[in-house]
């Protein structure tokens, strides 16, 4: 049986130029580093988001230096924590991007 904290993808702490926007609104969520994983990530905010809002996430990938631009969907919320979102949208070369990065050297 699986545990249902168990991750299907590796993750990795992940901070560089992180930003998120509520899709709709202009400002930007207060936001704090992060863990990424090639289907998404889960962002440190104090602000609540339900399931299923989508942001538009940009963050840059240190590494390879690569600017990701995607939209992504709130699946679960942890209330003054932060949220796990799942990437949708997600290029081609966005995706071949977070795998080298994710595949690379530890930082």
Not at 43 to 69: A, C, M, N, S, W
């Amino acid at each position: 049986m699986k545990k249902q904290d168990a991750r299907e993808v590796e993750r990795v702490e992940f901070p560089s130029e992180l930003s998120v926007v509520y899709e709709g609104a202009s400002e930007d969520v207060p936001v704090h580093p992060s863990d990424l994983s090639i289907q998404g990530m889960f962002i440190h905010t104090p602000k609540y988001f339900p399931e299923g809002t989508v942001l538009k996430i940009q963050f840059r990938l240190r590494r390879i230096d690569f600017l990701v631009k995607v939209r992504g969907e709130v699946r679960h919320c942890v209330p003054g924590t932060g949220v796990g979102v799942q990437f949708i949208d997600l290029t081609e070369e966005a995706s071949w991007a977070i795998e080298q990065e994710l595949s690379g050297p530890t930082m």
